[in-house]
């Protein structure tokens, strides 16, 4: 079974200008969550869908946003590019919404904005 | 203010010695997940721990869950060099399933 897929791995990108991640979940998964991740701040939870409906969202911007598709597969946009927002984006997948079920990671999007 | 605080945050040793890294926090969760995060990678799942006082290893890891399930350790026996990475424990506040509170993690590196 694939695991769970990231495009593009690395991103490079300057302020102001936006941004499209993609996601691909694991087959069968219906629950995508995207983090954020950073050496000072961890891990911090952007957003989760569950059947293209946004289900959970963290403490981020309007600038950050997300939907998913009747696939499973999900994108998430930030407009308008700070320097803080460079970071590592990843995305998990799992069978069932929320926090208890086991999340599949995929490896990530590094995006730098210079 | 981090609800999950992990350390040490830095662990270098020597491959054979025994370590162990702790996870704890102020406010009572209904489980607890250990993840390994290796560079350039996602993290993958280790372990969940459930029920207050559990104990539950995996080859040379022994992972425990606080009596409050406030708190949780991870021991690694005989360290190698394959457990390098990023620990991070995760787990949904109790009252609240749907979010997962992540720790920063502890970074190990295991030396030849």
């Known amino acids: 079974k694939a695991g769970v897929t990231q495009t593009p791995r690395y991103l490079i990108k300057t302020r102001g200008q936006q941004v499209t991640l993609s996601c691909s979940p694991i087959s069968g998964h219906r629950s995508v969550s995207w983090y954020q991740q950073t050496p000072g701040q961890g891990l911090q939870f952007l957003f989760e869908y569950f059947s293209e409906t946004q289900r959970n969202k963290g403490n981020f911007p309007g600038r950050f946003s997300g939907r998913q598709f009747s696939n499973s597969r999900s994108e998430m946009n930030v407009s308008t590019l700070e320097l803080g927002d460079s970071a590592l984006y990843l995305c998990?997948?799992?069978?069932?919404?929320?926090?208890?079920?086991?999340?599949?990671f995929g490896p990530g999007t590094r995006l730098t904005v210079l | 203010t981090q609800l999950l605080e992990q350390s040490p945050q830095f662990l270098s040793i020597q491959e054979g010695e025994n370590l162990t890294v702790y996870c704890n926090s102020s406010s009572v969760f209904s489980s607890l997940q250990w993840y390994r995060q290796e560079p350039g990678e996602g993290p993958v799942l280790l372990v969940t721990v459930v029920t207050g006082g559990e104990v539950k290893k995996l080859k040379r890891l022994t992972f425990q869950f606080g009596d409050a399930r406030k708190d949780s350790s991870l021991h690694i026996t005989a360290a190698q060099p394959g457990d390098t990475g990023l620990y991070l424990c995760?787990?949904?506040?109790?009252?609240?399933?749907?979010?997962?509170?992540w720790g920063l993690g502890t970074s190990l590196a295991v030396n030849p």
């Open positions: 998990a997948s799992s069978l069932a919404s929320g926090g208890l079920d086991e999340q599949f």
């Open positions: 995760a787990g949904p506040k109790a009252g609240n399933n749907r979010k997962l509170i």
